[in-house]
T-cell receptor
Framework: GAGVSQSPRYKVAKRGQDVALRCDPI?????LFWYQQALGQGPEFLTY????????KSGLPSDRFFAERPEGSVSTLKIQRTQQEDSAVYLCASSATGVQYFGPGTRLLVL | RKEVEQDPGPFNVPEGATVAFNCTYSNSASQSFFWYRQDCRKEPKLLMS???SGNEDGRFTAQLNRASQYISLLIRDSKLSDSATYLCVANNNNDMRFGAGTRLTVKP
C-alpha cells in the first residue's frame, strides 16, 4: 500500500519568504508527527496530531512555525519569514499502533 | 545533554564482521524503544523494536537494560547492504526521542 508522502521534496526559499510543506499520511493512521532533521543529527520532534487535534507542539522552535491538520488526514507545516537556520530536512511520520512510518521528507534550503 | 546518546562512529568493518552499537537514554519514563535505519538522503525506516527480554531478527539482536537505561544492537555477519546510519529511539507516550545516529560502513 501507499506509504507516507510529502511535497515538495525540495524547496529553496529566500530568507524572509513563507513556505508550506505538505504531508499525506498512510490512510487510516490517526497519529501524525513532524520532525526537523539537521545534517548529521537525528530527527528532532516538532509537533504531533491525533486526528485533527494538535496534542503537542512543544518542539516548534518559534512562533514562525505553524502546523495544521484540519480534517484529520493531510497536514501542512508552515514556516513564516524563513531564516537560514530553518534549513533542514522536514520529516513527517504517521502511526496507527505506536510504530512510526516516515515519509521521504522535504529538504528545505533557505538562502 | 541530549535525551538519547549514541556513539556517532563511524564504524568501518569488513564484510562478515560482528558489530555492536550502544545507546543510553535519560528519561526513565520511556516505555518503548526502537532501532531505525537511515540510508544517506533517505527517511528513517524501522529496523526493529527492542524488548526487555531481548529480541532477535535474523542477523540482528537488540537488548534493553532498563535499570541502566541502555539499549544495544548487535549485527552479525555484516553485509555491504548494512551500511547506513542506525538511530536509537526512546518513546514515552508518542514523544519519540532520537539519538543522533551511529554511522556504519561495511567494506568488501
Amino acid at each position: 500500500g501507499a506509504g507516507v508522502s510529502q511535497s515538495p521534496r525540495y524547496k529553496v526559499a529566500k530568507r524572509g519568504q513563507d513556505v508550506a510543506l505538505r504531508c499525506d499520511p498512510i490512510s487510516g493512521h490517526v497519529s501524525l508527527f513532524w520532525y526537523q532533521q539537521a545534517l548529521g543529527q537525528g530527527p528532532e520532534f516538532l509537533t504531533y496530531f491525533q486526528n485533527e487535534a494538535q496534542l503537542d507542539k512543544s518542539g516548534l522552535p518559534s512562533d514562525r512555525f505553524f502546523a495544521e491538520r484540519p480534517e484529520g488526514s493531510v497536514s501542512t507545516l508552515k514556516i513564516q519569514r524563513t531564516q537560514q537556520e530553518d534549513s533542514a530536512v522536514y520529516l513527517c511520520a504517521s502511526s496507527a499502533t505506536g510504530v512510526q512510518y516516515f515519509g521521504p521528507g522535504t529538504r528545505l534550503l533557505v538562502l | 545533554r541530549k535525551e538519547v546518546e549514541q556513539d556517532p562512529g563511524p564504524f568501518n568493518v569488513p564484510e562478515g564482521a560482528t558489530v555492536a552499537f550502544n545507546c543510553t537514554y535519560s528519561n526513565s519514563a520511556s516505555q518503548s524503544f526502537f532501532w531505525y535505519r537511515q540510508d544517506c538522503r533517505k527517511e528513517p525506516k524501522l529496523l526493529m523494536s527492542v524488548y526487555s527480554s531481548g529480541n532477535e531478527d535474523g542477523r540482528f539482536t537488540a537488548q534493553l537494560n532498563r535499570a541502566s537505561q541502555y539499549i544495544s544492537l548487535l549485527i552479525r555477519d555484516s553485509k555491504l547492504s548494512d551500511s547506513a546510519t542506525y538511530l536509537c529511539v526512546a518513546n514515552n507516550n508518542n514523544d519519540m526521542r532520537f539519538g543522533a545516529g551511529t554511522r556504519l560502513t561495511v567494506k568488501p
